[in-house]
């Protein structure tokens, strides 16, 4: 089984989730790597991918698994980046002997947003995780505005803008749902062509860890 | 997000060719739809691979944005733009349109007005691209005649990149570009015709490609960022039809029947399957049951297709070409048939080669092989059409309930009726023929859907009636149209081929404005009649149509050219292909 991170940027950002799975297919055929496929009346490839990125928000860490007898992770860097579309590229790769269920284990995801003015405001973002944050949410029965604050985990204002972690997952808050508060709070102006998904982190009992170093972990 | 799927206005596809190289001329490939519509269609993919593939060339492409896209640009003031390098329209040196549908005519003019581009030709200088169009539609290209420099009949394979050769030679001398484009063939240029009582008589001669199975091929297509129409990996195997339908414009245009090899063929399939990481292949011609060959053809693309995990979509094949091979490991989803018409007289009549035994015949094989959902194709409106033969279609689809009884002993079969519009076009035998009018239309629909309402599981569907009376305006349209089309752009109508943008009483108020009479248009021609199409050499000959028309309205057949020339002209733009032998 091999994992592998790539990241998402450019115009590659306004490729949809179930696009990037359709693009990662034909990336993988054109690899002309071994694939495991279901084993149904039309074959599937068995790949999984991890929880969906807002679509415009650009990323350095997206993670998907796939099954297949290929064994050489650093060949695989080399064989993806020559045969992706335009805004992916392969980072890293590991491979294990579990299925690592990346996408069930990912708890947090850290999220850089580009913000001139962001120093300026900087108690206020660092507050936002303590006191109630309500954000519109949508539900079966409409529209709910909801506290999300317990979903904001840390939240850093620098000099070139806001470094937030933020619950992913199955708990998940949305970092564009978010952007737009912040806009309104602070009277930003936050595109989601500022957001890039920075890391995904994975809760190992004792702290956050990175997706990648959970994969050494697997192996 | 302001606009819906972005990723249609983003390019950077896989295989996207080096459009930064240093080059001599620059041309956008432009499309009157939507990004998906149009990424679906071959002969842009075509065009754009040979045009780049040229060292002196730049090809771009540029596809209607959809209403939201266009509101943006309008309220930013910002121009119509390529996808690869957001290079705006006006600054590259040819800008070409691919024109498929008649209803896509107002997007033309709606692109070119996002793009900043006077409509017509006469009001553009040399400070302008050159503008022009190829396509199916253009085998009548007057409606459109005055809005483009020049209008390529036939396929482009050749002509294009010769054009864009001259427009190297004589860059920025507009006139002498025209002048020396005209000499070739498969080349109109409405500023230089000459015309008598307002009809074009300048002739051209239909571009066609002489070999086709050492044409061009895009082996490295561009693999889109989004789901489009056809998201598959495509052969196409032949040109041309051999059957012969008095209806069918694209049996008669792409005429000769010119072969892809299947040694070539099958070369193709495994370049595209290599190079795009498709999980599908689809086979594509006018009526690939045709092909000679066939199921051995389809057996190696199959073996192909499988030991890549590759799913090998076939086509809507004839009822005539329909066999238990084919459909053989194929997967069991529905079966598409098109008889066209509901009695046996009226198959005949359209030259449809196919007996109500041929129909059961097929319908068995299919069931027991385990289909449950068929789809049915028919026309309203055909020349001599009864109300008997309107309901003879409901007669059908009991029938082929009937058969699935039989065969499976089980009542649920899912029956799609759908039903278009007969729409006399130019270069068949129909042309000629008279067009029912809307109100005559929607009766046929109405008795049809009445009837079918009798039975269970028959989903009927049907083409909007004032879609198919414009279409039969301009399908047979003159120069004069062009007002209208200006008129209803004006009027707000774009998309017109889209149902939730289609709006009628928009058309009506252009073609009151510009006092047009539709029936003029839709009316039964005389047989020594003037067309305004009639300027150019298509191969196939007026007085081979006419004797085609002649039979139909006698019932009489004429059958498919497969084996023996029925002589329609065709072979004086290249030899046809004959079937050699026994199907291997």
Known sequence: ?219 | MQVEKPARYTGGEYNTPDVQKPHKLSFCLCFADIYEVAMSNLGIAILYDILNKDKDIVCERCFAPWTDMAALLREHKLPLVSLETKKPLRDFDIVGFSLQYEMAYTNVLYMFDLAGIPFRAKDRDDSYPLIVAGGPCTVNPEPVADFFDIIFIGEGEEVDKKLCHIAIEHKGDKKAVLEAASKLDGVYVPALSTLKSGINITPVRKAAVKDLDAAPFPLKPLVPNIAIIHDRAVLELFRGCYAGCRFCQACFFYRPIRYRGRDTLKGYAQELLKNTGYDEIGLSSLSTGDYEGINCLISEIKELADSNNVNLQLPSLRLDSFSAKLMKGARKSSVTFAPEAGTQRLRDVINKNITDEDIDKSMRVAFEYGYKTVKLYFMLGLPTETDEDVMGIAEIAERVRRIYFEVTGNRYLTINISTAMFIPKPLTPFQWAEQIDIPEMLRRQIMLRAQLKKYRNINFSWHSAEVSMLEGVFARGDRKLSALIESAYKNGCYFDGWSELFNYDNWKKAIAECGVDTREYTRERKVDEAFPWDFIDFGVTKKYLLKEYRKGLEGETTPPCKHLCQGCGAESMGECRRYGGEDA
């Not at chain 1, 335009?86 to 980072?91: H, R, S, T």
């Not at chain 1, 620098?158 to 952007?179: P, Q, T, V, W």
């Open chain 1, 1 to 219: 089984m091999l994992s592998f991170g790539f990241s998402k940027k450019d115009d590659a950002v306004f490729i949809p989730h179930i696009d990037i799975m359709r693009a990662l297919h034909r990336t993988l055929r054109r690899m002309s790597i071994p694939l495991d496929y279901s084993k149904g009346f039309n074959p599937h490839m068995l790949i999984n991918l991890s929880q969906p990125l807002p679509l415009g928000v650009a990323s350095a860490d997206e993670w998907a698994t796939i099954q297949t007898d290929f064994g050489d992770p650093n060949a695989f860097v080399t064989l993806f980046n020559a045969n992706c579309p335009p805004g992916l590229a392969c980072n890293e790769c590991h491979y294990t002997t579990q299925k690592p269920n990346i996408a069930g284990n990912v708890t947090a995801s850290e999220y850089f947003i580009r913000c001139q003015e962001a120093l300026s405001i900087a108690s206020e973002i660092a507050d936002i995780g303590s006191r109630p944050l309500f954000i519109s949410t949508r539900t079966k029965t409409g529209d709910v505005d909801k506290d999300v604050s317990s979903l904001v985990y840390t939240a850093i204002a620098s000099e070139d803008g806001i470094s937030l972690r933020l619950a992913f997952g199955n708990i998940n808050l949305r970092i564009d749902k978010l952007s737009e508060k912040l806009n309104e709070l602070f009277g930003l102006e936050i595109a989601l062509s500022d957001i890039v998904r920075t890391k995904q982190m994975i809760f190992d009992g004792k702290g956050f860890i990175s997706v990648s170093d959970f994969l050494k972990g697997v192996q």
